[in-house]
């Protein structure tokens, strides 16, 4: 399968190239045809940037980006065949909500029935059909919202180009939505990038999430590649809830166990083979390493070293447990409800399989599991 | 009962706020008022502040009648969202206005606030001034003023709204602790139901009718009074399908995609009538093709939520389902799925009146075991 959105080297200055605000550093990004890409950091990182150069709206300052087999970052919008959602690409006042839907099928002479199955289809999915008739001031901030995501659904486009699609969507729709808008791009062979800054939202509907931060981007890979391999310790703990569980650590010898040593008197040992001889190499000769464990991988143990509980919430269908551990706080997620109080004892283990070591200085990725990153 | 409040009525002109209110917490408790906005539970905060009075009712703190109590008067430390910080001082002066009013030595404040400061992680920001602070931190450092003053009764509204996820979620964990440490007596209003669910010895759901439920955690969630309460708790949403139960041998059933499904025995007064059935996501297993009762489920998405996989389908009549399950555990992804349904865990209500039934103890429930 070939590309069909590549951003090569792009670089985005606010200011003279070299010299002003150095946003977005010599981005590399491959998009394949039918793939939702989520472009995900906190503000500042140079994720709307990124998603403002592919549109058009923001000049591409080095570099190029092609789409659909040509280069476009000299053409206008208009040019580019995308669709778009945006903040600030607002919905033209002066029409309904359900004209501002219709209006690019309109434009393209669609047959009328055929617009109004497409419009009647896209506003059933984003429930709003109640709203057709009303202007777009007249409606909610979140109803604005998504008209604006079905404006740009409907269209038949080369890309598709999101900004915070569902930020203002009550709680109780927003997991039923993502899972019908998802379902809505896949069924329709849609390519779509998506700027988000909550990693939950990424999680759930990308194929491929982009992790941004300082304008540089930190690692681009499925999911469940970030969960499970971080490319450093600002993606292991940006992606993920609860956060992933960090620790400074240093690796010894110990009669040929591997022991870690946590601080305030607590060691982890390993046995002799518990981790690959490279992984065990590079552990005792780098000494302080940066340990991390996702709160879904601590288990209680009987035999594991012991923390203190002082958190046990239950949120229905997980419980969080909050516990103090060497010279910080472990948090472990499990999915019954927990029979432990706060005060009680508890022992965890930490499984080579599960831990993360990472660069003390750099934060780079240097294990995952028992195995090299 | 340190706090008691009785019928409160407060109109602003023609708008009728809250209407017959009552409320009481105990020492050391943290109730949540929880509930979407519009539905007056920062006017009620205000009413307990004393910076508004009532039209009508009374509130007791500690035993006393508070009318005409001045609100420096009535022993609370508050929290609310507009910050309310004084913008001539800088954060450590902020936090210590409440020890600094009490002549505290000098020592012993710079120890509290320090204290504080490094719990709601603000301790690196104590000689900034309130412009100088993110919104977050502005928050927090309101926050650590309330705390500071040790207040009886503290009221917090929604302290975490502007903090971000990760420290939101530190905090979730850590203030519990805190506040139990000061043994106060907290009044918490959130719109997060995990915030809600996570802090609150009980909960107390307000809308626009007033109080509609007040309970534990579990209680709110195990057993809403009604599918408005149903809703606000748990991600993904509680699914909810028009039933019609019918009376079988042995007990009473539903029907889901033409398969009966057997439920508890003690709705047997609602037969035949329009039911509502909710049944949460965790509450739904899937299953081998062939297995009993299995439904079959057309997948249409599947999207992981916070160590959750979240998958929607569709029943043969169209009707939309949401499944949830523990990441890395098996389940299809497409294509047909089978599902079966945990009898223990669903609720019925009236299609009428949106409430819930409690299913009526029956000995055919007692011996097929399952729990009303």
């Known amino acids: ?68 087999g040509r280069e476009v970052q000299a053409l206008p919008p208009v040019r580019r065949n995308v669709a778009m959602a945006f ?44 709203i057709l008739d009303r202007y777009p001031t007249s409606v909610s901030g979140g109803q604005q919202q998504r008209a604006s995501l079905a404006r740009a659904l409907i269209r038949d486009a ?15 729709l927003r997991t039923l939505l993502r899972g019908r808008i998802k379902h809505y791009i896949k069924e329709r062979g849609l390519t779509a990038i998506l700027v988000t800054h909550d990693q939950t939202e990424a999680n759930a509907l990308a194929d491929r999430i982009a992790v941004m931060e300082g304008g540089v981007l930190q690692q681009f890979a499925t999911p469940q590649t970030i969960k499970e391999a971080p490319a450093n310790l600002f993606t292991g703990t940006f992606v993920g809830e609860p956060p992933m569980n960090v620790f400074a650590a240093e690796a010894s010898d110990r009669d040929g166990q591997l022991q870690l040593d946590l601080g305030d008197g607590l ?71 927990a029979d432990v109080a706060v005060g009680d004892a508890i022992h965890v283990r930490l499984a080579p399989e599960d831990l993360h070591v990472f660069d003390k200085d750099t934060g780079a990725a240097l294990s995952h599991g028992a195995q090299m990153a | ?93 902020n936090i210590a206005a409440p020890l600094t009013a009490r002549n505290m030595n000098k020592t012993a404040i710079t120890e509290t606030v320090g204290k504080i400061a490094r719990m709601l ?108 309460i149903a809703r606000l708790f748990g991600d993904p949403v509680i699914n909810l399908l028009d039933v019609s139960p019918v009376q079988v041998e042995g007990g009473v059933c539903i029907t889901l995609s033409g398969v009966p499904v057997n439920i508890d025995a003690g709705y047997s007064d609602m037969v035949g009538r329009d039911c509502i059935i909710g049944i949460r996501p965790e509450a739904i297993r899937f299953v081998e093709e062939g297995s009993a009762e299995a439904i079959p489920l057309t997948i249409e998405a599947e999207t992981p939520l916070n160590e959750k996989t979240v998958t929607l389908g569709l029943t043969q009549n169209g009707r939309e389902i949401m499944v949830s399950r523990p990441a890395g555990t098996p389940g299809p992804s497409q294509g047909t799925g089978y599902i079966v349904i945990d009898a223990n865990h669903i609720h019925l209500f009236d299609r009428a009146t949106g409430k819930r039934i409690v299913p009526v103890k029956t000995q055919a429930a007692v011996s097929q075991g399952v729990a009303p």
Request: proline share 4%.
């Open chain 2, 1 to 93: 009962m340190t706090l008691a409040l009785e019928n409160i009525v407060k109109a602003f002109k023609k708008d009728v706020v809250l209407d017959g209110v009552s409320l009481s917490v105990g020492r050391g408790e943290t109730l949540v008022l929880f509930g979407p906005s519009g539905a007056g539970k920062t006017v009620l905060l205000r009413l307990i502040a004393g910076v508004i009075e009532p039209d009508a009712g009374t509130i007791t703190i500690k035993g006393r009648d508070m009318e005409g109590v001045e609100p420096e008067d009535r022993g609370i430390g508050m929290a609310f969202q507009n910050f309310a910080l004084f913008p001539h001082m800088d954060a450590t002066e």
């Open chain 2, 121 to 228: 992680k603000i301790d690196h920001v104590l000689h900034h001034k309130p412009k100088e602070l993110s919104n977050g931190q502005k928050q927090r450092t309101a926050l650590a003023r309330a705390l500071a003053g040790e207040p009886d009764i503290l009221l917090l509204d929604d302290p975490l709204r502007n903090v971000d996820a990760k420290l939101r979620f530190e905090m979730r964990l850590e203030l519990p602790r805190l506040l139990k440490d000061q043994n106060a007596t907290v009044i918490y209003v959130t719109q997060d139901y995990k915030e809600a669910m996570a802090l609150g010895d009980r909960i107390a759901v307000m809308n626009a009718r007033g109080i509609e439920q007040t309970g534990t955690p579990e209680e709110i969630y195990l057993t809403p009074a009604n599918i408005e």
């Open chain 1, 158 to 172: 080369d890309l598709h180009l999101l900004d915070e699609p569902m930020g203002q969507l009550e709680p109780q």
């Open chain 1, 87 to 130: 903040e600030g690409y607002s919905l033209y006042p002066t029409v309904t909500v359900g004209e501002n839907i219709a209006f690019a099928l309109k434009a393209a002479r669609l047959p009328t029935a055929e617009v109004e199955a497409k419009v009647r289809e896209v506003t059933e999915m984003l429930e709003i059909t109640d």
């Open chain 1, 1 to 68: 399968m070939t590309f069909l959105l590549k951003l090569s080297g792009v670089d985005k200055f606010y200011g003279p190239v070299n010299k002003g605000v150095h946003a977005v550093q010599n981005i590399n990004m491959d998009v394949m045809k039918g793939e939702i890409i989520a472009l995900l950091g906190s503000s500042g990182c140079g994720k709307t940037s990124t998603l403002r150069m592919i549109a058009g709206f923001e000049e591409t300052s080095r570099g190029t980006i092609t789409l659909a």
């Open chain 1, 267 to 337: 060691h982890l040992t390993y046995a002799a083979d518990a981790f690959a001889p490279d992984v065990r190499a590079t552990l005792l000769a780098r000494k302080q390493i940066m340990l991390g464990v996702r709160p879904y991988a601590v288990h209680r143990d009987t035999h594991g070293a012991r923390a203190q509980v002082i958190a046990n919430q239950w949120l229905g269908d997980q419980s969080h447990i909050a516990a103090t551990f060497a010279q910080g706080t472990i948090v472990l997620v499990e999915h019954d409800r």
